[in-house]
C-alpha cells in the first residue's frame, strides 16, 4: 500500500515568488491536512481538507491558501514567499476525521523542505 | 481551550535502560491522544493512540502510554531503549468537537551507547 507521497520534496525560492506543493494522500483517504514545521515555531496546523471541502484552517496568513480535487490530492500554495516561510511542509491523510469513539490517527507524508533566499 | 505540554525538549538515556517521555494535555472535553516519532530528515510516524477504550495503549517497538486522566497525562514508555529508538517524538491531541490535531513541541531522544 503506498503511502503519503509529497512533490517535490526539496524546493528553493526566492522572496517575493509563489511555490505550490503538492500531496497524494493514501488511496481511500479523503481527509489531507497540511502543517508547517520549523525550528523555531514547531508543528503549526495549515488546514485540513476533506471531500474538497476547506473543514479548519489554522493562523497564517491569506498568502498561504490550498485546495483538494476529487481524487482526494491536495495542493497548498504560498505567494509572496517571505524569508520565514523556509520550513518542511507536512501533509497528512486520514480516511475520514472521525470514526465513531475517535479521531483517527493522520498518516504522514516525507514533507516537502522548501527554503527561501 | 486544548493543548499539550512535553515536559523535557531533551531527554538522554543509556541504550537498554528504560525510556520515559512526559506529556501532559489540557482538554475542555474527551481527548483522543498520540504519540509520533520523526527521525531525521523523515516525516512523523504513529506510535500509538489513544481511544478510551483501554487507558494502557501499547504501540510499535515496544512503546507504550498509559492515559491518567486525574492527573491530565499520557506518558510515553519503553523498558528498554535501542540506538534506533534517537528521534524526535511529539505528543498530539485532539478533541471529539475539534477539527485538527495539537502537537507539542517535542522531545528529542538521545541514546547513548
Known amino acids: 500500500k503506498a503511502g503519503v507521497t509529497q512533490t517535490p520534496r526539496y524546493l528553493i525560492k526566492t522572496r517575493g515568488q509563489q511555490v505550490t506543493l503538492s500531496c497524494s494522500p493514501i488511496s481511500g483517504h479523503r481527509s489531507v491536512s497540511w502543517y508547517q514545521q520549523t525550528p523555531g515555531q514547531g508543528l503549526q496546523f495549515l488546514f485540513e481538507?476533506?471531500?474538497?471541502?476547506?473543514?479548519n484552517k489554522g493562523n497564517f496568513p491569506g498568502r498561504f491558501s490550498g485546495r483538494q480535487f476529487s481524487n482526494s490530492r491536495s495542493e497548498m500554495n504560498v505567494s509572496t514567499l517571505e524569508l520565514g516561510d523556509s520550513a518542511l511542509y507536512l501533509c497528512?491523510?486520514?480516511?475520514?476525521?472521525?470514526?465513531?469513539?475517535?479521531?483517527?490517527?493522520?498518516?504522514f507524508g516525507p514533507g516537502t523542505r522548501l527554503t527561501v533566499l | 481551550a486544548q493543548s499539550v505540554t512535553q515536559l523535557d525538549s531533551h531527554v538522554s538515556v543509556s541504550e537498554g535502560t528504560p525510556v520515559l517521555l512526559r506529556c501532559n494535555y489540557s482538554?475542555?472535553?474527551?481527548?483522543?491522544l498520540f504519540w509520533y516519532v520523526q527521525h531525521p530528515n523523515k516525516g512523523l510516524q504513529l506510535l500509538l493512540k489513544?481511544?478510551?477504550?483501554?487507558?494502557l495503549v501499547k504501540g510499535i517497538n515496544g512503546f507504550e502510554a498509559e492515559f491518567k486522566k486525574s492527573e491530565t497525562s499520557f506518558h510515553l514508555t519503553k523498558p528498554s531503549a535501542h540506538m534506533s529508538d534517537a528521534a524526535e517524538y511529539f505528543c498530539?491531541?485532539?478533541?471529539?468537537?475539534?477539527?485538527?490535531?495539537?502537537f507539542g513541541t517535542g522531545t528529542s531522544l538521545t541514546v547513548i551507547p
Open positions: 489513544y481511544t478510551s477504550a483501554a487507558t
Open positions: 497528512a491523510s486520514s480516511p475520514t476525521r472521525w470514526r465513531g469513539d475517535s479521531y483517527n490517527e493522520q498518516v
Open positions: 481538507y476533506f471531500s474538497e471541502t476547506q473543514r
Open positions: 482538554s475542555s472535553y474527551s481527548p483522543s
Open positions: 498530539v491531541v485532539t478533541l471529539r468537537t475539534g477539527n485538527q490535531f495539537y
